[in-house]
């Protein structure tokens, strides 16, 4: 999917998924605590034979209320994974809708394992 933007008497902008997704995460990974982003398997083999899908742990879908993200990720061992949720979802929302202007409807977030340190 391909995100437009209209810039007044200039024409169309038009945002990649995966550039969409590059945004989300850095964002994520901003934040102490997101040890990895990761796909599941099934979202793996999904994504080799479809369009779409999760690139970089991140899924990216729109419509008329802006687009819904989900991100799977993996987290340090000994944080509030609550806590952590909350801060990657206000901090992946701030930074798209700061650089390509598009309305985050949600940032839902997996939780797909704990990493601990070695």
């Keep these: 999917m391909e995100n437009k933007v209209h810039l007044e008497q200039k024409g169309d902008l038009t945002i ?3 550039a969409i ?3 989300v995460a850095i964002a994520a990974k901003e934040i102490d605590g997101v040890a990895s982003l990761k796909h599941n398997l099934s979202e793996q083999l999904s994504a080799l034979f479809s369009r779409g899908g999760f ?3 991140v899924k990216v879908e729109g419509d008329e209320r802006g687009i819904t993200l989900d991100l799977n ?3 340090e061992y000994g944080v509030n994974v609550n806590d952590l949720a909350i801060k990657v979802q206000e901090n992946i ?4 809708e700061a650089m390509i202007d598009i309305k985050v409807a949600a940032v ?3 939780v ?3 990493e ?3």
């Design 108 to 110: 839902n977030v997996n």
């Design 21 to 23: 997704s590059t945004i």
């Design 73 to 75: 990720m993996r987290v």
């Design 16 to 18: 990649s998924d995966e």
């Design 116 to 118: 601990s340190e070695k």
């Design 112 to 114: 797909l394992g704990v």
């Design 55 to 57: 690139r970089k742990g």
């Design 93 to 96: 929302k701030s930074a798209v």
